[in-house]
């Protein structure tokens, strides 16, 4: 795993969920990340509902934790089958 990975991996482990205050990696909500080219990164994350307003917060907050990290310019955040993926890379 790159730097940058482990950094990405570490800003997303500090995403909980407010009702229980369990982190996404306990949950095992989220799986690999990669860098798809300098300064892209994509992450992927599980979730079982493809229409749920949460899966989209989580998401959300996935690629707003990979860009803080510095030399990240681009995240791009994947549910697989969520019917909101092409939205939330929009953003």
Known sequence: ??????QIHTAVEQIA???NRINLWEMNMTTNVSQAESGVVEKDFFHRSPFCSFAFKVAVDIKAAALSVKRVKK?????????IDEEINKQ
Not at 1 to 6: K, L
């Open 17 to 19: 969920r407010a009702k």
């Open 75 to 83: 995240a791009l955040v994947y549910r697989g089958d969520h019917t």
């Open 1 to 6: 795993m790159s730097v940058i990975e482990e």
